[in-house]
């Protein structure tokens, strides 16, 4: 058993991969041989992740606040405290806060065998308003 006293400092979602204000608080990233990463992702009313996919899918639980998840070829759906969104392996996706209110949730993803938790596309560019 490992108890973690201290987090990394909390970093502010780089522009590449997010619009508007969002940060993030590393929760869990154990060393090898687990594969588990966890993530608070705080998004400011209207902000968002670009489009993206993650190898082995992931899991989103909305800790506070109300949001908007959206899929390619989907309707975009709203979130709120309470829910949780399981994301489909390679499922291009993207998620945020609504235009009113902010929004925090848990993410939760498996790392693929190279390390790499996510595929990065573009920027959203019909985000609902």
Known sequence: MHIIRRRPDTRQGPADNFTG???LDEIA???APSRLRMVNVHFAPGAHTAWH???HGQVLHVLEGEG??????????E????DTVWIEPGERHWHGAGPRTFMTHLAVVEAADDGTTVEWQTHVSDYPA
């Open 21 to 23: 204000a969002v940060w």
């Open 79 to 82: 979130i709120r405290a309470g």
């Open 68 to 77: 908007l998840v959206g899929r390619a070829g989907g309707e975009v759906e």
């Open 29 to 31: 990233a154990p060393a």
């Open 53 to 55: 996919t993650h190898p």
